[in-house]
Every structure is written in C-alpha cells, then in structure tokens.
C-alpha cells in the first residue's frame, strides 16, 4: 500500500491508460464491456485491492483479461508524459480547495508535519518517474501474499483450478506496512490557520478520545447520531436555528480503522468571518456543557437500533467487512454488542460518557479564511497560534 511505496498510487493510476501485450487502451475496454465485465483497482495503506465482478457466464473471461491486465501490462512512455501533466495541474487545482486544505492540517494535527496527506512525491520527482520502473510494481503485485475472495453462485471446488492457474505463487514475498507516521498527543489547545481567500470562515476542534475499544463503540455511535444527523442535530439547531451563528455545524466521533489508532471528537462549523468567535465560543459551550434532553437520546437509541435491524451486508461487502474486522483485533460482528448495550443503556450512562469524555478536553482547531478576518477575531484566549503555509499543508 501508500505507506510501503509513494509511487505505487502513481503506478495504479498510469496503468488505467495502458493495454497489454495482447490489447490496445481501446481493445482492452471494448473486451470489458463485450463481456459486460468491469475491473477496478484502489489502495490503501497497507493493501491493494484489485475487484472483477461482472457476469458469471464471463468468470473465465474475465480471469484471463485480469491477469492480462497486471502480468502483461504495456508501457507507453508518451501516455505517461500526457499523465503527468494531467496529475501535476490536477494537485496544483486541489491546493484551491478548503476543504481538501482541511483534511490536510486534520493530518497535521493528527501525524504531525510529515504525514499521509502530504508525504508524497514532488512534481519533479513525479516527472522523472521511469514509466518503465512503474509498469514492473503493476506486474510485481501477484508476487507478494494475498487473499481471494469470491462472491457468487459457484461452489468452492470449481474455483481452485481457474484461481489458481496465474494468481498462485509458491514463494510470495510479505510486505508488511511500515508503522511510518506516529499519532501525535494533543496536550495543549492550539489553533492552526491557513490563508484562503473566502467571505466565510471554516472552523473544526479536534479532541484525541483515547485508542479503539469496542466499548467506546455504542456509545460513540449515540454522540454522532445527536451531533451530526443532518437538520435535527444538536449543533445545527443550537447554532443556526437557534443563534443564526452557522452555515453549517455538526460533531462526530471518528472511529479508527485500526486497533492501535484513536478516536477523534470532530466538530465543524462554518460560519460569517465576523460572527467567528461567538460562533467558537458557543460550539466550545455545547461540546463543554451536556445539554441532551432525555428524549432526544431515546429518539436516538431507536434510530441506531433500528439501522442495525435494517442493515444487511451483502456481495463483496462481507469481505470488506471482514478484513475491517480484523484490523480492528475483532473476530465478531461488532454490530451484535453495539446493539444489545445501546438497548441496554441507561440516560445517566450516557451523561457520564459525555462529561469525561467530550466537556473540557484538550483540543487544537482548525480555520480556514482570509488571514485578517481571522486574526480580527480575539482567538488567542482559545488557544496557541500557528499559521501554516499551503506548502506545509500539502507537501508541495
């Protein structure tokens, strides 16, 4: 994945313009769609995941035109040249985008200067890329472990021939991600601000809420569900409805996709550059203060109840379930226990989850907006200031 190799999203990305050594860019997709066949590839990461679905008549078919796809894949060096302008205008277009630039410094706070988000490859380096050195990580993937999983009407002893007849590798290598960026600790309030050139201010408060437990599960899931439901929620009735402070606001906590990784209490609101820090200092009350009626967390518990009830994971789905499972150290549908404690749980519970847990924590926040409408507003009394040039932001 990303964090083994900068250039592999670099690689997936340039070979979806390549043919093979049996098929031309068209011929290639033409042989998809006459076969009514769709082949997709994503990363993240630690993983790539490569998905043929299609019809089952077509499973053959499409085995063949897959391991067309990586072992025979055909480089084309003026295709890469026409790529890379196309990605280098596209990066520069991003750095226009707040809430990109959002994302960016949440990754600043989060890993620290160098991070995810912008650990990547310069426009230099990305031009002097060989195209040939790419085309081999695309032919290299089937070398290294893997897992197949397959979803559909045929049984198990009739899959292992065709399976196995190109994707096997007696000896596969094991690569296992690099624990590259650490999460930073959040012991202070501090705010980090970035120039953009905007009639409203762009707000988030991040708060660390400790590392994954399927205990914080059910009750992360009722504080989402109250903050962050679109018209009804706390903060959009509080602050727009109720105070005309908000284009928008909300607050969730953001659940990790891997054990060691932590929760994050997320709250935004975006609001005009001279209502800012009424509009900070009412968000903080309502994050500081418990104000949930006992209604409101009823009509949330039966909400969440009721959307486990309704959910089915079907298809490819349950793998994708599966392997989230597992990076979270969980060998059980984490749904069974979310359900039976928010059944289960009490107002009071949930009171005193809010109190130690959301009121009064540690946070660094996040604004996005013109540069003086940002530093006319008395926001030191919240926390440290620290502007953060695009650069810093995005790498490049």
Known sequence: GSYNDRELKIALNYSDYLGTENYTPEEFGEMLYKNALNISVDMNSENVIIVLSGLDKSFEKGLEILQDYVLNIKVDSEIYKNYTDDLITGKNEV?????????GISNYIMYGSKNPFNDVPSNEEIKNMDPDE???KIKDLFNYKHE???F?????????????????VKNPKTEKAPDKYKEQKITENKIYYANYDSIQNDIMILSKEGKFTLEMLPYSMLYSTLYSEGLSSIPFQKLREGKALAYSAYSYIKSPDKRDNSFYLIS?????SDKTDDAISSFKGLLDEFIVTEDQFIKAKELILKNIENQRIIKDDIYQ?????????????????????????????????FEENISNQKYNMIIIGKKENILKAD???YGTLKELKL???FGY
Do not use: H
């Open 95 to 103: 750095k226009k985008n707040k809430n990109v630039a959002i994302n």
């Open 321 to 353: 379930a599966y392997l989230g499972n597992r990076r979270l150290g969980l060998k059980d549908d984490p749904r069974k226990y979310v359900y039976n404690k928010v059944k289960s749980m009490t107002y009071g519970e949930f009171k005193a989850f």
């Open 391 to 393: 650069e810093e932001i």
């Open 268 to 272: 935004y609101i975006g609001t005009q």
């Open 379 to 381: 926001l030191e009394k």
């Open 152 to 168: 559909g009407p045929r049984d198990i002893s009739t899959l292992k021939l065709p399976l196995n007849n190109n994707l096997e």
């Open 148 to 150: 197949v999983f397959y």
């Open 134 to 136: 790419l085309v081999k």
